[in-house]
Each structure stands twice: as C-alpha cells, then as structure tokens.
C-alpha cells in the first residue's frame, strides 16, 4: 500500500472538487445520511454529556459541520492531506463554527500523540482504508477512546453483493477477483487510490480482543457508489433511500454493502 505522502498528495489534489463528486452522486448521499444519523443516535446517547468528539480522516469537514450545527459540542479532526484540512477550515469558519473545530495533520495510527479521551470517536467514508498500518491504528485507538466510549466507522468491504452483480453482468471477473483479495485502486475524483478492503470477518477478528461489537450497517448494498450516476435522479427519490436505509440492518445485507458501519464499544 501506498504510503502516507502519496496517499495525502493524492487527496489534497482531488480535494478541490470532492465535494461536488460527492454530492452527485446520490448513493454517496444515502450512504452519509446512514452514517450521520447513526453518529447522531450515539451522540443523544450521552445525554448532553459530552464536551467533544474526534473525527479520523475529516476530509473537507462536512459531516463535522453537519454535527457542530445541530449539536453544542466541538469535533476535533485529523486527516493526513492538507488540501482536504485547508478546505474544511475554510467551510467551518464560513458557518461561523470556528471555535467549535479543531483541524490536526495527523494519521489514524498515530493517535496517542493527542493525549485526550473522548466519548466518541468515528471515521467515515473509507478514510481507513488508506491506513498502512492498520494494527497501530486498532492500538492507538486505545489510547483516546474513553472506557465507556463508542467507536464508529465505516470501512470499505470485500463482499458487495451489486459490485459482484454488476461485475457478472459486465463478464469482468478480474474487477470480483480484486475486490475479494482486498486491494483495490478506488476513483477518487479523476485519481486512484490504492486502498486495502475488510471483510466483516476480518474486522470483527482484528477488534475482537479488545473491542465488542454493537451494530454493523451494510451501505451502498443495492446500488453501490460507481454505479450510481448510470441510473436516473428520480430513481432515487424516496424509494431507493429507504430500501436502502431499511436493508442495511437486515442480515446477511448488513454484511453484504460497498462499505460497513460499526459500531464498536470497548471491552
Ligand atoms: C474518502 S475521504 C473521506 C472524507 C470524509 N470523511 C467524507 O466522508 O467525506 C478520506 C479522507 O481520509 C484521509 N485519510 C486517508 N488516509 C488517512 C490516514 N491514514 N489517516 C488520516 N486520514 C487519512 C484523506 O486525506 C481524506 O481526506
């Protein structure tokens, strides 16, 4: 896997026009109302009891933002690209929110240099699938997330059943090969990066020791990102969202999404 230079050159080249990607793309769109909805429920969990929480891999800030409007706590964020973080400065101070946010250049998997404690840490939209050391990741979560802290992430999975669907249909058997090995160069607006998938096996195994699992959501399960824009915009409207927001609890489709959300607590 590439390392963390080129990985964050190659964010801060597509950062410009990240947003606009995302937003054109409605399974992008589903898949992050699934993930800040969830991270909302954990939030009213705390009952007012929380002063900030962490994001990993924040990109131009847009579910931080979605957060600091809707709720009085502060989110301190890290991600390796300065493109992405000079972005999502500039976003927060826009709203207003400056004093809410704190933006880090830093790693996932160096996240005991912080030396906090937070009641919430989470990380979406693939931004751990770039992380080339993965077990410190897993170790320096330790050292931030509270004893009674939730850790939610979604996370780029080996077994999508309409990338498996699709792939059949397009007799593109190499695209299922490298999908089920786990190293795939995901389109990050006009670029590639090269990123390693997790099966929900692997996840559950890599966590389990320390880490008890609450929820897994499958995202993306019945049309997945890359697929998207082939369909029409009215396909989507209602219908689509809600199948979708429906089945990504449901076993086996929660295991079964482009990507999956977790919700982990500490042992
Ligand atoms: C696909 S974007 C997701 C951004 C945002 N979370 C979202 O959903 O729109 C991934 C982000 O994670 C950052 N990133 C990638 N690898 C990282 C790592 N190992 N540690 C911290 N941030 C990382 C990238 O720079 C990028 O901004």
Redesign the pocket.
């Known amino acids: 896997m590439k390392d ?1 230079f080129e ?2 050159d190659i ?2 080249k597509a ?1 410009p026009v ?2 606009d990607k ?1 937003s054109q793309n409605k399974t992008n769109l589903i898949i ?1 109302d699934i ?1 800040v909805n969830t991270l909302e429920h954990y939030i009213k969990e705390f009952n007012g009891n929380l002063d900030r929480i962490l ?6 800030g ?2 931080a933002l979605r957060i600091m409007k809707k709720f009085d706590i502060g989110v301190d964020c ?4 300065n493109g ?2 000079k972005i999502s400065v500039n976003k927060i101070k826009n709203h207003g929110l400056s004093d809410k946010f704190r933006p880090m250049r ?4 160096n996240l005991d240099v912080l030396k906090r404690r937070y009641k919430i840490v989470y ?11 993965f077990k410190k ?1 897993i170790k320096s979560i330790e050292s931030v997330l509270d004893d009674e802290g939730v850790l939610i992430f979604s996370i780029r999975n080996r077994y999508c059943i309409s990338d498996f669907i699709y792939s059949m249909l397009k007799f593109n058997g190499r695209r299922i090969k490298e999908r089920i090995k786990g190293d795939v160069q ?1 389109p ?1 607006a006009e670029f590639f ?1 090269e990123s390693r998938y997790f099966s929900y096996n692997e996840i559950l195994n890599l966590f389990n020791s320390d880490f008890k699992l609450i929820r897994a959501y499958g995202l993306g399960i019945i049309i997945f990102p890359y697929i998207s824009n082939f369909f029409p915009n009215g396909f989507f409207d209602n219908f689509m969202g809600k199948l979708e927001k429906s089945l990504s609890k449901v076993f086996p489709f929660n295991m079964l999404g482009d990507e999956i959300l977790y919700v982990f607590k500490k042992r």
Do not use: W
Request: proline share 2%.
């Open positions: 963390y990985v964050s964010f801060s950062s990240y947003d995302i992050r993930e994001e990993i891999g924040c990109g131009t847009q579910e890290i991600d390796i690209s992405m973080l830093l790693a996932a998997s990380s979406f939209n693939g931004a751990l699938n770039t992380e080339p050391q990741f995901v990050v990066v």
